[in-house]
T-cell receptor, first 115, second 113 residues
């Protein structure tokens, strides 16, 4: 299995600012993903973080709002830009690999509140 | 576009009962299905992954079945315990060549001592 660490675990931010969330995996993985879980809702896929190239975004999510980096096989960041109260959610990182038989492992998430 | 539905949305039962949680998906062209558990304030824990070639998978008191052609999966929990209280999520690959997951809204389970 893979152990995924996310930082920060929670934050309270002001409207109009940006927050960068870090995701570190303890082993090399093939795929890394970012999800959003809005209050009372299930998880929605934001994007696939691709190593060394631009992330692949799902419908409704754009790079200007959610820039993502993945400089190597074990680390990725998600930035929530120009935040508004509607961005208040839990943001989760996940990872998988062929060695893990495609089981997706998740971090504990970052609980973001925007005032 | 893949859609996942879970029934029931919530369930509260006394300890010791056997439970069945249901999951359905609209696009049967999946290569696996995964069941997760989410505890309040925590991330997701993978419970079981069923490959499309399998019909069921077991782990301890948990058994998950997959009927790909009908677009259904069930999670069976035997001899439920208070520690099983959590939200159970079903997820399938989103499709279109992506490995990201589409989730159902989950079943919020409470096991009464």
């Amino acid at each position: 299995s893979a152990v995924i660490s996310q930082k920060p675990s929670r934050d309270i931010c002001q409207r109009g600012t940006s927050l960068t969330i870090q995701c570190q995996v303890d082993s090399q993985v093939t795929m890394m993903f970012w999800y959003r879980q809005q209050p009372g809702q299930s998880l929605t896929l934001i994007a696939t973080a691709n190593q060394g190239s631009e992330a692949t975004y799902e419908s409704g999510f754009v790079i200007d709002k959610f820039p993502i980096s993945r400089p190597n096989l074990t680390f990725s960041t998600l930035t929530v830009s120009n935040m508004s109260p509607e961005d208040s959610s839990i943001y989760l990182c996940s990872a998988t690999s062929v060695a893990a038989k495609n089981i997706q492992y998740f971090g504990a998430g970052t609980r973001l509140s925007v005032l | 576009k893949q859609e996942v539905t879970q029934i029931p949305a919530a369930l509260s039962v006394p300890e010791g009962e056997n439970l069945v949680l249901n999951c359905s998906f609209t696009d049967s062209a999946i290569y696996n299905l995964q069941w997760f558990r989410q505890d309040p304030g925590k991330g997701l824990t993978s419970l079981l992954l069923i490959q499309s070639s399998q019909r069921e998978q077991t782990s301890g008191r948990l058994n998950a079945s997959l009927d790909k052609s009908s677009g259904r999966s069930t999670l069976y929990i035997a001899a439920s315990q208070p520690g099983d209280s959590a939200t159970y999520l079903c997820a399938v690959p989103s499709g279109g060549g992506a490995d990201g997951l589409t989730f159902g809204k989950g079943t919020h389970l409470i096991i009464q001592p």
